[in-house]
T-cell receptor, first 115, second 113 residues
Framework: KNQVEQSPQSLIILEGKNCTLQCNYTVSPFSNLRWYKQDTGRGPVSLTIMTFSENTKSNGRYTATLDADTKQSSLHITASQLSDSASYICVVSAGSGGGADGLTFGKGTHLIIQP | GAGVSQTPSNKVTEKGKYVELRCDPISGHTALYWYRQSLGQGPEFLIYFQGTGAADDSGLPNDRFFAVRPEGSVSTLKIQRTERGDSAVYLC???????????FGPGTRLTVT
């Protein structure tokens, strides 16, 4: 069964600090992996997308890594800001052919940035 | 509008009532998805439309749930005889033909009392 596990479940850090969120998956075949940011009361918004051949991708202060051999990804946030408070969801795609584009969603990491 | 919109943003209903949730996808997007998100969970797939037809409705939990997209644009998710367990945020997403990214709406928060 395809699964995406995220850790930690929740995290509280001080403004300005860095943090790293983890995602482990057992999705096959693998097509791509996305990190989404979901603000409270809003829909998820894509931060990065990584395919099998990519092992790092940055979007501003967000840097995602992918190790396709160990089936692990991380999202590193640098110099956190209060606006980074949100849930971060890891989504792995098994490619086309499935009704939901073969997407498997993690439960998310709830990140709180404290001033 | 430029993004996916959903109405209402919040809906409170009594157990046993019927509700309709509306999704306006990004103009021109042929694929439309409905998800259900419970507190502390990731989105759970319900149904996927390609144009007017439901290409995959395998995520609908039971026959109380139904969705339509009669003109290939706006979609309505319909829930009959609501139960307290139906309380969740219902997300809609759309995707352009040939594109890989789903764009999500803000969701409708449904509360069944």
């Amino acid at each position: 069964k395809n699964q995406v596990e995220q850790s930690p479940q929740s995290l509280i850090i001080l403004e300005g600090k860095n943090c790293t969120l983890q995602c482990n998956y057992t999705v096959s075949p693998f097509s791509n992996l996305r990190w989404y940011k979901q603000d409270t009361g809003r829909g998820p918004v894509s931060l990065t997308i990584m395919t099998f051949s990519e092992n790092t991708k940055s979007n501003g202060r967000y840097t995602a890594t992918l190790d396709a051999d160990t089936k692990q990804s991380s999202l590193h946030i640098t110099a956190s800001q209060l606006s980074d408070s949100a849930s971060y969801i890891c989504v792995v795609s098994a490619g086309s052919g499935g009704g939901a584009d073969g997407l498997t969603f993690g439960k998310g990491t709830h990140l709180i940035i404290q001033p | 509008g430029a993004g996916v919109s959903q109405t209402p943003s919040n809906k409170v209903t009594e157990k046993g009532k019927y509700v309709e949730l509306r999704c306006d996808p990004i103009s021109g997007h042929t694929a439309l998805y409905w998800y259900r998100q419970s507190l502390g969970q990731g989105p759970e797939f319900l149904i996927y439309f390609q144009g007017t037809g439901a290409a995959d409705d395998s995520g609908l939990p039971n026959d109380r749930f139904f969705a339509v997209r009669p003109e290939g644009s706006v979609s309505t998710l319909k829930i009959q005889r609501t139960e307290r367990g139906d309380s969740a945020v219902y997300l809609c997403a759309s995707r352009a033909s040939g594109g890989s990214e789903q764009y999500f709406g803000p969701g409708t928060r449904l509360t069944v009392t």
